[in-house]
């Protein structure tokens, strides 16, 4: 059995393979890496393999390992990001400094559509674009819709913020104002970026989407997407393959 983790800077998702039968799971880490690792690394497991894909830093990538040698008794295999790998080749001077997550998503869109505009919609909100040649043409980070949220209500006093389902209309609350404009703001961003690579880009380009906030932000998109929810743990899955 094989397992391949990735680390995000709020969650944690994981997926088993044993052949053909996949197990997968979920959660937000909040750095408690003990009880985060505790399902994936379950005793009785049989791993032979653990390969992870982190975005956690150094610190966190040495206690994981630690644990991943006391549970199984070997040490995981974690993927970095690579100036060229897999036909895609990075556009940033020090390769390394891209998020690994972005990096193996780049991968796998290339490798599964060629061209192609990635949309994470985490605790941080990306766009990455790839060309038909593999080269990555850059992205943006902006902070997702949670990380918003919080930013303005522990920046602002007295505002108290009811939960509601997000819509682009007027709101007619402080919790629908506050839900919904920050909704439309992200959906415009979003919407302006994938208009502005579309003209670089060929017409049948595929957009993909992920992350955690996918559903939320995906249901105002109005332009064509694939929601792929498990594109970095295909990607890991996908170097992990070739480097066995």
């Known amino acids: 059995m094989k397992l391949f983790v990735d680390v995000g800077n709020t969650a944690l998702k994981w997926r088993q393979r044993d052949g053909e039968r996949i197990l997968q799971g979920g959660r937000p880490h909040g750095r408690d890496w003990p009880a985060a690792l505790e399902a994936p690394l379950a005793p009785g497991d049989n791993l032979e393999a653990v390969w992870i894909a982190s975005v956690a830093g150094p610190e966190a990538d040495q206690r994981i390992t630690e644990l991943v040698r006391a549970r199984t008794g070997q040490a995981p295999r974690f993927y970095y990001s690579q100036e060229r790998d897999f036909g895609v080749s990075s556009c940033y001077p020090e390769p390394r400094r891209l998020g690994v997550d972005r990096w193996v998503a780049l991968v796998e869109c290339w490798q599964r559509f060629g061209a192609g505009i990635i949309i994470d919609c985490g605790s941080a909100l990306t766009i990455d674009a790839v060309d038909g040649e593999g080269a990555f043409l850059g992205g943006y980070i902006v902070p997702g819709l949670g990380m918003l949220r919080n930013a303005l209500l522990r920046d602002t006093a ?31 961003f979003v919407t302006d970026v994938v208009v502005e690579l579309r003209e670089r880009l060929p ?39 070739r480097q066995e």
């Open 158 to 188: 007295d505002v108290h913020v009811e939960r509601a389902r997000p819509q682009l209309g007027l709101g007619r609350s402080t919790g629908e104002c506050v839900h919904n404009g920050l909704l439309r703001m992200s959906v415009a």
């Open 203 to 241: 017409d049948t380009c595929k957009v993909l989407v992920t992350g955690g906030d996918a559903d939320e932000l995906s249901s105002a998109f109005s332009f064509e997407f694939l929601h792929l929810p498990d594109l970095v743990l295909d990607g890991l899955e996908r170097v992990a393959a």
